[in-house]
């Protein structure tokens, strides 16, 4: 057997540190929410939905390029290229979906300040979940059944599904994923920085309860925090999204690593939530931090102050 190149063995170690990566960065994620006994907050069952699908593209997915990228081919079958580019899609759409509800949440938070706590619940928040994950399976799933052939992508080393061939169908589910929840988030967000602009531009409130209300919602960092996971997550496929564009328009490109890198850029959004969680969010870091003394100090019983509990609680 051939030696592999030092060009393949830089690629194939990026993208085994990729993996680790993004499969380290959302366990830590899921841990530190699941293991936080104190007050939370409903965005959190979002953020822990978005980890879930990152962590699987991080176990699922992007090992199974490593080996590729070394052989410089798809040595594991037509079922598993499949299973592959089905899972791509179903995680990619299932992130762009829990955007949208984060987004919406942030938004009613903003609307109705007075009655925010009984219209976005946990329950509800958990069923809305559950209905994106179950749902976004289904509309996914027609590729998997055979009605394309798989392709390897042989500069990037990821098998895709090959949507050129069902047009029909992948026009139809991208109005579907990227119409409601592109229009939902720039509406939901726009109303939100508008509303912040007025409230520092002392628009008089006449309701006190209702002005009280909405100037601690607002004072809530997830509103920025969200953004800025929103904006990355769009930012990282931008480079990919530009070049297929330009590439269905001029042709192939002759610059050498271009496609690889862009596609991997892209995959590098499902580790970049935990640096924005741990600068953004001071729940998250405290959350973090109970997480770190429940491991080193499993004999010692937390202080309630430190959840945010009173000492009767």
Known sequence: MEEPSTEALMQAGFIFVVGIAIILSNLLIIATYLNFRGPSEVINYYLLSLATADLFCGLLVVPLSVYPALMKRWVYGDIVCRLVGYLEVTLWAVSVYTFMWMSVDRYLAVRKPLRYETVQTKTRCQCWMAFTWISVAMMCCPPLLGFNKPIFDEQAFICMLDWGNMAAYTITLSILVLGPSVITIVYTYFYIFSMKL????????????????????????????????????????????????????????????????????????????????????????????????????????????????????
């Open 198 to 313: 007025k409230l520092r531009s002392g628009v008089p409130i006449h309701d006190k309860e209702y002005a009280t209300a909405l100037s601690e919602n607002l004072s809530n960092p997830s509103h920025y925090m969200s953004f800025a996971l929103i904006m990355t997550f769009w930012l990282s496929w931008t480079p990919y999204a530009m070049l297929r564009i330009y590439i269905s328009i001029e042709g192939p490109t002759e610059v050498p690593f271009l496609h690889f890198a862009v596609v991997w850029f892209g995959v590098t959004n499902s580790f970049w939530k935990a640096f924005i969680l741990g600068t953004m969010s001071p729940q998250f870091r405290l959350a973090a931090r109970v997480l770190c003394l429940t491991l080193c100090c499993r004999h010692r019983r937390l202080p309630p102050e430190l959840l945010g509990l009173d000492d009767d609680d």
